[in-house]
Every structure is written in structure tokens, then in C-alpha cells.
């Protein structure tokens, strides 16, 4: 089944705990840092928006890029109520054409773990390579191996709100490193409920696997860190943040 059709609808109250504005303040203090300006910046995998809309109000010409129809709905209803000058498109990041190129690309909330071979990374990793300024940055976490095997594994979560609940049953196949989940949701409507399910795929990946497809690209990777400590990398990383940088041109 396809990913994030009838989830995108309550996909922002599950996600209502997550650190979007810590996501912001990190990402905006290494735009900074790297000196990339307050130009066009690319959201890769951008979902309903929160963190695009996020990074426009600190100043950067957004552009986001998701393949969910549904996600990018609600996406650009936020950006009606902000009045925001996001423009939205609806491309797989495998496939992404842009109308020139941008300062920097970001992709965060593990957008490239959906990515399940690693041609797949390289080829998208080419597109961002071609599509930075010269010297842009790109900027991209991925959840590893060790958080799929060893954290999430093969466990169930539930959680019950009051116009929608969901069950999270998750399995993780060794052999390929590929995390599956099912999602069963319940939505209410009136008053019933309505059932939906999806089942999704992401893969673990090393920080060697990325450094190599970064390289098989032509961009030279810059620096990885804990996406929790942001610090050093270490064997039991969950989450892990990279940066690189534009090569050849």
C-alpha cells in the first residue's frame, strides 16, 4: 500500500510531540554557520510542511518536495492560513527537477530511510549535487541500523486520543536491515469511527553506507554527528545527522 494517504490526515497530532523548533534552531545555526544566505532553500521530504514553514519564517525562500498528494494538502493549507510564499511540489526525491538551483538542501525526519536500496540514495544524492549552488550544503539525518535492530525491533505501540487512536506494529527483517510497519488508525466521523491501514518501509543505514553514497555522487561530506547529543558518532546512535557539501562545479 502506498505510504501517507489516509495518515497524512491525523499525521500532525501523532507527530505533536516532536521538536520541530529544536529541528529549526539547528538547522538555521548550521545554515549559518556554513554561510549559506537567506536565498532558496530545499525542504526534501517535507511532509505537511511544520519545518518549511518553520524555516520561512526565519527568513529563507522555501521550496518543498514530498510524493504524497495528501501530505502536501495539508501542507499548503498552513501555508494559506500563513501566507507564506512556499511554493510546493509533488516529485519523488529520486526523480526531483527544480527551476534552478538553491543554497541548500535539507532532509530530515528520517525522509531517507524510505529510500531502500542504496542506488536510490545515490541517485538522489546526484540530484542534490546538481541542484546546490556551488559549495551549497546539504544537510540530512537518517535513523541506523542499530536503532531499528535494537531499539524499535519487533515491538507494538498503541496510543489513544480522543477523535483518533493508532497501533504501530513493527518488524524488523535482519537479513535486509528493512524496518515494516503497520499502521492501523482509527479516525472518528461523527459518531463512528473509521478503520484505515498502511504499511510502510524504511531501511537502516551505516554512517559508512552514506559517506560512500555521498561520495558515488560527487559530494564531499562534511562532518556526522549524534542527532541527539550532537556529538560524536558512536556505535549505539539512533539518529544521526550529515552534512556535505556541492562538488564539480
Given at each position: 500500500?502506498?505510504?501517507y494517504?489516509?495518515?497524512?490526515?491525523?499525521?500532525d497530532?501523532?507527530?505533536?510531540?516532536?521538536?520541530?523548533?529544536?529541528?529549526?534552531?539547528?538547522?538555521?545555526?548550521?545554515l549559518?554557520?556554513?554561510?549559506?544566505?537567506?536565498?532558496?532553500?530545499?525542504d526534501l521530504g517535507?511532509?505537511?510542511?511544520?519545518?518549511?514553514?518553520?524555516?520561512?519564517e526565519?527568513?529563507?525562500?522555501?521550496?518543498?518536495?514530498?510524493?504524497s498528494?495528501?501530505?502536501?494538502?495539508?501542507?499548503?493549507?498552513?501555508?494559506?492560513?500563513s501566507?507564506?510564499?512556499?511554493?510546493?511540489?509533488?516529485?519523488?526525491?529520486?526523480?526531483?527537477?527544480?527551476y534552478?538551483t538553491?543554497g541548500?538542501v535539507?532532509?530530515?525526519?528520517?525522509s531517507?530511510?524510505?529510500?531502500?536500496?542504496?542506488?536510490d540514495l545515490v541517485?538522489t544524492?546526484?540530484?542534490v549535487?546538481?541542484?546546490?549552488?556551488?559549495?551549497?550544503?546539504?544537510?540530512?539525518?537518517?535513523?541506523?541500523?542499530?536503532?531499528y535492530?535494537q531499539?524499535?525491533?519487533?515491538t507494538?505501540i498503541?496510543?489513544?486520543?480522543?477523535d483518533?487512536?493508532?497501533?504501530?506494529?513493527?518488524?524488523?527483517?535482519e537479513?535486509?536491515?528493512?524496518?515494516?510497519?503497520?499502521?492501523?488508525?482509527?479516525?472518528?466521523?461523527?459518531?463512528?469511527?473509521?478503520?484505515?491501514?498502511?504499511?510502510?518501509?524504511?531501511?537502516?543505514?551505516?554512517?559508512?553506507q552514506?559517506?560512500?553514497?555521498?561520495?558515488q555522487?560527487?559530494?564531499?561530506f562534511?562532518?556526522?554527528?549524534?542527532?541527539?547529543?550532537?556529538e560524536?558518532?558512536?556505535?549505539?546512535?539512533?539518529?544521526?545527522?550529515?552534512?556535505?557539501?556541492?562538488?564539480?562545479?
Amino acid at each position: 500500500m502506498e505510504a501517507y494517504t489516509d495518515f497524512a490526515s491525523v499525521y500532525d497530532t501523532f507527530m505533536d510531540e516532536t521538536p520541530y523548533e529544536e529541528w529549526c534552531e539547528f538547522l538555521v545555526e548550521k545554515l549559518e554557520e556554513y554561510k549559506v544566505p537567506k536565498g532558496l532553500v530545499l525542504d526534501l521530504g517535507c511532509g505537511t510542511g511544520t519545518l518549511t514553514e518553520m524555516l520561512s519564517e526565519k527568513g529563507y525562500d522555501m521550496i518543498g518536495v514530498d510524493n504524497s498528494a495528501q501530505m502536501l494538502s495539508i501542507a499548503m493549507e498552513k501555508q494559506e492560513k500563513s501566507e507564506t510564499n512556499i511554493l510546493y511540489l509533488m516529485q519523488d526525491m529520486r526523480e526531483f527537477e527544480l527551476y534552478g538551483t538553491v543554497g541548500a538542501v535539507i532532509s530530515v525526519c528520517d525522509s531517507l530511510n524510505y529510500l531502500l536500496e542504496e542506488e536510490d540514495l545515490v541517485e538522489t544524492f546526484r540530484l542534490v549535487n546538481n541542484y546546490l549552488d556551488p559549495k551549497g550544503i546539504f544537510i540530512f539525518d537518517f535513523n541506523t541500523v542499530y536503532k531499528y535492530s535494537q531499539v524499535i525491533g519487533d515491538t507494538t505501540i498503541a496510543e489513544n486520543r480522543e477523535d483518533c487512536s493508532f497501533i504501530w506494529e513493527n518488524y524488523y527483517h535482519e537479513e535486509e536491515e528493512i524496518n515494516e510497519y503497520d499502521l492501523t488508525i482509527f479516525v472518528k466521523e461523527e459518531e463512528l469511527f473509521r478503520k484505515f491501514q498502511e504499511n510502510h518501509f524504511q531501511r537502516g543505514y551505516r554512517l559508512e553506507q552514506m559517506k560512500k553514497a555521498l561520495a558515488q555522487a560527487g559530494m564531499e561530506f562534511v562532518i556526522a554527528m549524534d542527532a541527539d547529543t550532537h556529538e560524536g558518532v558512536t556505535a549505539e546512535s539512533e539518529r544521526i545527522y550529515c552534512i556535505a557539501r556541492e562538488s564539480g562545479k
